[in-house]
């Protein structure tokens, strides 16, 4: 049976590998398993070793306590990751999110800059006239 710890590591390793438009054999490949093993991770029926979870967030471009977001701890702080107030964590789990996050990237850097400022500009315009 799945520990809630690893069902969640392996729902942030989904949800990071599908953010990237990676393929479970693509990941497999860049740390050296069959995909049926990304499977299990994803899935949360084998657990991850310290070292894998190394490789794994290497090959994700993620620091390692990524996969560890989000996991409620008894009595202690919160941590010092203001996006999880903003955002409910399906949220990066919808498509349109993904093709939005796909469509940034796939830009250049100037105009996602502009882009940004665009959206931050958008909410301001959007808390203002709810204030009125």
């Given at each position: 049976?799945?520990?809630?710890?690893d069902?969640?590591?392996?729902?942030?390793?989904?949800?990071?590998?599908?953010?990237?438009g990676?393929?479970?054999?693509?990941?497999?490949?860049?740390?050296?398993?069959?995909?049926?093993?990304?499977?299990?991770?994803?899935?949360?029926?084998?657990?991850?070793?310290?070292?894998?979870?190394?490789?794994?967030?290497?090959?994700?471009?993620?620091?390692?306590?990524?996969?560890?977001?989000?996991?409620?701890?008894?009595?202690?702080?919160?941590?010092?990751?203001?996006?999880?107030?903003?955002?409910?964590?399906?949220?990066?789990?919808?498509?349109?999110?993904?093709?939005l996050?796909?469509?940034?990237?796939?830009?250049?850097?100037?105009?996602?800059?502009?882009?940004?400022?665009?959206?931050?500009?958008?909410?301001?315009?959007?808390?203002?006239?709810?204030?009125?």
């Amino acid at each position: 049976m799945a520990d809630e710890t690893d069902l969640h590591v392996g729902k942030r390793l989904r949800r990071r590998r599908r953010l990237l438009g990676m393929t479970q054999q693509d990941l497999a490949s860049q740390v050296g398993v069959r995909f049926q093993q990304i499977q299990k991770y994803e899935c949360g029926a084998n657990r991850i070793t310290s070292s894998r979870l190394y490789e794994l967030s290497r090959a994700l471009n993620v620091s390692v306590q990524y996969f560890f977001d989000g996991i409620p701890v008894a009595d202690a702080p919160d941590a010092a990751n203001d996006a999880n107030e903003y955002m409910e964590g399906d949220i990066l789990s919808q498509k349109e999110t993904l093709e939005l996050v796909r469509a940034y990237y796939r830009l250049g850097e100037r105009p996602r800059k502009r882009l940004l400022e665009l959206a931050k500009a958008l909410e301001g315009d959007q808390s203002s006239h709810g204030a009125a």
